[in-house]
């Protein structure tokens, strides 16, 4: 087994000057180790944020499984040390390292970034320059390192353009291997650059942003963006078909130290039934599919026993909309229950929210209930399609309140399209009503009293979403409706608080951007920026400055109204959803009309066609 | 239900120097579930899985026999245990053995330790000549001032520095301490300083067991 000496001694030397050593160190149970001599392939899986964040992140404990699974295949983890440690690295010239060999990355076939939220771009570009790579793609030239990326920030991928050799859209399963034996050959081959990201271009799912030129109209929007053979001229968003049956990891790399969240997690569902206007995860995850019943229950004993956690999460969008979740409950706590096992369930939807599923989230463990109406007024939530009434609310408080629990979070969004006044003192109305449930409770406990958060971010429209024409409010408009609510609520009761406008306007203009984006991104990281997503290092002055330094508008990507007719500029790629669905769905948000879930209708989002009429085919 | 005192000696060498004491509890703590030993939980309100271990290990620093005890609600042969254990832990945490306890941590008198250090030789033998070594202990009551110099049981200077020093819940010495003092002495900074806890002593001078 191969580890690289010369680096460990070097660490050695300063490692118990920077803060928790052992998330730079690697060694956990559960990480894979080969010997070099075996391995034709090696890949970077490199999360953009703390070694704490990242280490809780699924996707890349699928990903790393299931690529070391192959024998000359490996691949090791790296994330971005904090200002202490990458200090350090910097004085001494040691570059950005992985987890299992300790080698520099710099000399790997693939880095390769999971992309998850906007905010973590400049990491990106850190984490890149910390391994001395050069972060600009057209100044790599050498077959290796490729440097690609993933998740679901990748649907608009273009702000990222200058600094990425490849995206895969769409479920990594399938593509990773075949990305990995394509390097393979044209390794062996002595294959160039230029020939490898050819090849992968003919891959179904993978992105090749210098193989397609982007031209503009005089008003700034994008004009045309022309492939160049033999990339196709729409890149097809990778499903995997036969979910039941896709790889689940039977082991974990099981940090020393505590991190996000430490426990084991067993997927249940992808996509969601429910299209939700806002929602892009919603939507960029369709079609619906979900595991058998007993495949969840298998893969969670199996991980249960081989990182030897204490408690298991369920992974989904919604978890309360699995067909048979009242069946996979009581099968997960007969098993959770007798080995002494806490079952966790995020991700429950108030009007699926059953006393039956409440006694068995209960009986493990009383923490906080959080609840996500999103808006206050019915007349709003019909907006966004968020098919929950006031009445669903109320009984889940009930049913919460008549378990013991004693206070209640309410998340909602603040600049919704078509939002009145009438809607944010709907808001209030809400939690007040909340409040009133808990005294109308005969058997409550005397002296008791009910708190209610409530919790408001902005609205942030994101491609792939039938909101993706709509301008975000203005900080004005924000700041006006945040006044307005800390007005009308007037119960000591209830507390509010608010996610940072700057932040969230940020995010607004990362997602939607065009590639003209990732001159202010390089500029903004060259300012200084890092870790955009941690409060303590955000800097909006260093993002306005390049911003302005490059001659772009930030409200021109984030609060212009973008008609039905404008070129987006991701519209070379296919997240399976129709555009005109979008459309649809956008005039039905204006006209206030909801749109069944899948299970009721289908509502042709365009799927079907997309897979060849496999969508949805057992919800029905 | 039987309820056995089981005591292991394992290492916790290279990476696993980092993983701090709160860490090694839960780090075992997976390990004994994973490998599925029957062991005994704390009994009331809210049950842990019971694991003493005997002598913390300052973070950074090896050791090659450190010592920790849980009890088996079954009989199981030593051999055993360790292999299972060894199958569960990280690479750089090893069983060495797994025995009944014959000692109580109270025993614990002594420790010594294996220490490799880039520094002057020469420099470093008029140190340890000085009539006294002073040195800052740190508590959890304070800062108390300690003479070192009386409390070095054995000390040997070759290519490494074997050092003897007070160990235990009572009063404990860490080598770190005498080279801190070694830095303010000659004004040299040590720039790598390997530390490793060979062995642990009970009072009579024997291996604590």
């Keep these: 087994m191969y580890r690289n000496d010369e680096m460990m001694k070097k660490l050695d030397e300063f490692l118990l000057d920077v803060q928790k050593p052992s998330r730079y160190i690697g060694g956990e149970s559960g990480s894979v180790?080969?010997?070099?001599?075996?391995?034709?392939?090696?890949?970077?899986?490199?999360?953009?944020?703390?070694?704490?964040?990242?280490?809780?992140?699924?996707?890349?404990?699928?990903?790393?499984?299931?690529?070391?699974?192959?024998?000359?295949?490996?691949?090791?983890?790296?994330?971005?040390?904090?200002?202490?440690?990458?200090?350090?690295?910097?004085?001494?010239n040691i570059p950005l390292y992985a987890l299992e060999s300790l080698d520099p990355i710099k000399d790997f076939d693939f880095i390769g970034f999971t992309i998850q939220y906007e905010l973590c771009y400049t990491t990106i570009l850190e984490m890149l320059d910390l391994a001395g790579v050069p972060v600009l793609a057209s100044e790599r030239t050498a077959l290796t390192p490729i440097i690609m990326g993933g998740g679901p920030c990748v649907c608009n991928a273009e702000p990222l353009c200058d600094f990425?050799?490849?995206?895969?859209?769409?479920?990594?399963?399938?593509?990773?291997?075949?990305?990995?034996?394509?390097?393979?050959?044209?390794?062996?081959?002595?294959?160039?650059?230029?020939?490898?990201?050819?090849?992968?271009?003919?891959?179904?799912?993978?992105?090749?942003?210098?193989?397609?030129?982007?031209?503009?109209?005089?008003?700034?929007?994008?004009?045309?963006?022309?492939?160049?053979?033999?990339?196709?001229?729409?890149?097809?968003?990778?499903?995997?078909?036969?979910?039941?049956?896709?790889y689940s990891p039977e082991n974990f790399v099981v940090p020393f130290t505590d991190i996000v969240h430490n426990r084991a997690v067993v997927e249940v569902l992808r996509g969601c039934i429910r299209g939700c206007r806002f929602c892009q995860a919603g939507f960029i995850y369709r079609p619906f599919r979900e595991k058998k019943t007993n495949t969840v229950l298998e893969q969670t004993k199996t991980l249960c026993e081989n990182t030897g956690y204490d408690e298991v999460s369920l992974s989904s969008l919604s978890t309360s909309d699995f067909s048979d979740i009242e069946g996979l409950l009581e099968t997960l706590t007969a098993y959770t229950s007798k080995n002494r096992i806490n079952l966790s369930l995020p991700s429950l939807r108030v009007d699926r929210f059953s006393e039956k599923i409440f006694e068995e989230i209960s009986a493990v463990r009383k923490s906080g209930l959080t609840f996500a109406p999103e808006a206050g007024t019915q007349r709003l939530r019909d907006v966004i399609n968020k098919n929950i009434k006031e009445s669903d609310v109320l009984s889940s408080a009930k049913i919460a309140f008549e378990g013991g629990y004693t206070s209640?979070?309410?998340?909602?969004?603040?600049?919704?399209?078509?939002?009145?006044?009438?809607?944010?003192?709907?808001?209030?109305?809400?939690?007040?009503?909340?409040?009133?449930?808990?005294?109308?409770?005969?058997?409550?406990?005397?002296?008791?009293?009910?708190?209610?958060?409530?919790?408001?971010?902005?609205?942030?429209?994101?491609?792939?979403?039938?909101?993706?024409?709509?301008?975000?409010?203005?900080?004005?408009?924000?700041?006006?409706?945040q006044k307005l609510i800390t007005e009308v609520c007037i119960d000591k009761k209830i507390n509010i608080s608010w996610s940072k406008y700057d932040v969230s306007l940020l995010e607004a203009v990362l997602a939607r951007g065009d590639r003209r984006v990732g001159k202010a991104i390089y500029l903004a990281w060259k300012k200084g920026c890092v870790l955009d997503g941690w409060d303590e290092y955000f800097d909006f002055d260093k993002w306005k400055q390049a911003f302005a330094e490059c001659g772009l508008s930030m409200e021109f990507y984030a609060n212009r109204q973008r008609s039905y007719e404008e070129t987006a500029p991701w519209s070379h790629i296919n997240m399976l959803v129709s555009r005109e669905f979008f459309v649809e769905e956008n005039k039905r948000a204006h006209a206030g009309v909801t749109t069944p879930n899948c299970r009721e209708k289908c509502s042709n989002c365009g799927v079907i066609g997309n897979i060849g009429g496999e969508c949805c085919k057992n919800l029905r | 239900m039987p309820n056995v005192n089981t005591r292991v000696f394992f290492s916790k060498t290279d990476r696993a120097k980092y993983i701090s004491h709160l860490d090694l509890y839960r780090v075992f703590q997976r390990a004994i579930i994973k490998s599925k030993l029957p062991v005994w939980y704390t009994e009331g309100f809210n049950p842990h899985l019971y694991i003493q271990f005997m002598l913390p290990l300052s973070l950074g620093q090896e050791g090659l026999r450190e010592a920790a005890d849980f009890r088996l609600t079954e009989e199981i042969s030593p051999d055993e245990v360790t292999e299972r254990l060894n199958a569960a832990l990280p690479l750089d945490l090893r069983i060495i053995e797994t025995a009944v306890p014959v000692m109580k941590n109270t025993d614990i008198v002594e420790a010594e330790y294996e220490i490799e250090a880039e520094l002057s030789r020469e420099k470093f033998v008029e140190f340890v000549q000085s009539e006294k070594i002073l040195v800052e202990?740190?508590?959890?009551?304070?800062?108390?001032?300690?003479?070192?110099?009386?409390?070095?049981?054995?000390?040997?200077?070759?290519?490494?520095?074997?050092?003897?020093?007070?160990?235990?819940?009572?009063?404990?010495?860490?080598p770190a301490l005498l080279f801190e003092a070694y830095e303010k002495f000659s004004g040299e900074k040590i720039p790598r300083l390997k530390i490793t806890r060979t062995r642990i002593f009970a009072g009579n001078g024997e291996d604590f067991r």
Excluded at chain 1, 49 to 69: A, C, P, Q
């Design chain 1, 164 to 246: 990425f050799d490849l995206f895969a859209i769409g479920e990594g399963e399938e593509m990773n291997l075949e990305l990995m034996r394509l390097m393979e050959e044209c390794k062996k081959n002595g294959s160039t650059k230029a020939e490898f990201l050819e090849k992968a271009a003919q891959i179904e799912g993978i992105y090749v942003p210098s193989m397609y030129d982007v031209s503009y109209n005089e008003d700034g929007t994008v004009q045309k963006i022309t492939a160049k053979a033999p990339a196709p001229e729409q890149v097809k968003k990778r499903v995997i078909k036969d979910f039941d049956s896709v």
């Design chain 2, 137 to 174: 202990k740190r508590t959890k009551k304070g800062v108390s001032e300690i003479d070192l110099k009386p409390n070095i049981k054995k000390l040997e200077i070759g290519d490494k520095i074997t050092i003897r020093l007070p160990a235990g819940n009572e009063f404990n010495l860490n």
């Design chain 1, 408 to 481: 209640i979070k309410l998340y909602f969004m603040l600049g919704l399209p078509t939002e009145t006044d009438d809607d944010i003192r709907g808001i209030y109305a809400l939690a007040k009503a909340v409040i009133d449930e808990f005294y109308q409770n005969p058997n409550r406990k005397k002296g008791k009293s009910p708190s209610v958060s409530i919790s408001l971010s902005t609205f942030i429209p994101k491609p792939f979403t039938p909101f993706e024409f709509e301008p975000q409010a203005s900080e004005a408009e924000i700041k006006r409706k």
């Design chain 1, 33 to 92: 180790f080969k010997d070099k001599e075996d391995v034709d392939v090696r890949f970077a899986f490199c999360f953009p944020d703390t070694y704490e964040i990242g280490m809780s992140h699924l996707g890349m404990k699928i990903l790393y499984g299931l690529k070391n699974r192959v024998p000359n295949y490996w691949c090791e983890r790296v994330f971005m040390p904090l200002p202490d440690m990458e200090q350090k690295m910097r004085e001494r």
